[in-house]
């Protein structure tokens, strides 16, 4: 079992800033495509952003020019800056792994962590 492990959540007011980090174990020969998803109470979990193996990034519209994903690939890390924040951003955030690589890669699949929770008050 792999475990991803998110923190950097918290409460702000509208306009705040937050950045919210991802880590995996990492294991020699094996791929990262990381991705952070967000559920609000009562909705569907949606995505935010991701970035692949690659380092190409992709955002949805609502977050674009707002968030900024990047990674520390020597540490495994994926960080997700947010910006002027806004109380629509409420939700608790999960951080997807999906892992690939050669038959060595032992832990290949898809993997979630638990969520760190955002508030933005207004």
């Known amino acids: 079992q792999v475990q991803v492990v998110e923190s950097g959540g918290g409460s702000v007011q509208a306009g705040g800033s937050l950045k919210l980090s991802c880590v995996v174990p990492?294991?020699?020969?094996?791929?990262?495509?990381m991705t952070w998803f967000r559920q609000a109470p009562g909705k569907e979990r949606e995505f935010v952003s991701g970035?692949?193996?690659?380092?190409?990034?992709r955002n949805a519209d609502p977050v674009k020019g707002r968030f900024i994903i990047s990674r520390d690939s020597a540490k495994n890390t994926v960080f997700l800056q947010m910006n002027s924040l806004k109380p629509e951003d409420t939700a608790m955030y999960y951080c997807?792994?999906?892992?690939?690589?050669?038959?060595?890669?032992?832990?290949?699949?898809?993997?979630w962590g638990q969520g760190t929770q955002v508030t933005v008050s207004s």
């Open positions: 997807k792994v999906s892992i690939d690589g050669p038959w060595v890669c032992r832990t290949r699949g898809v993997y």
């Open positions: 990492r294991v020699p020969l094996c791929t990262y495509d």
């Open positions: 970035i692949d193996k690659d380092g190409v990034a």
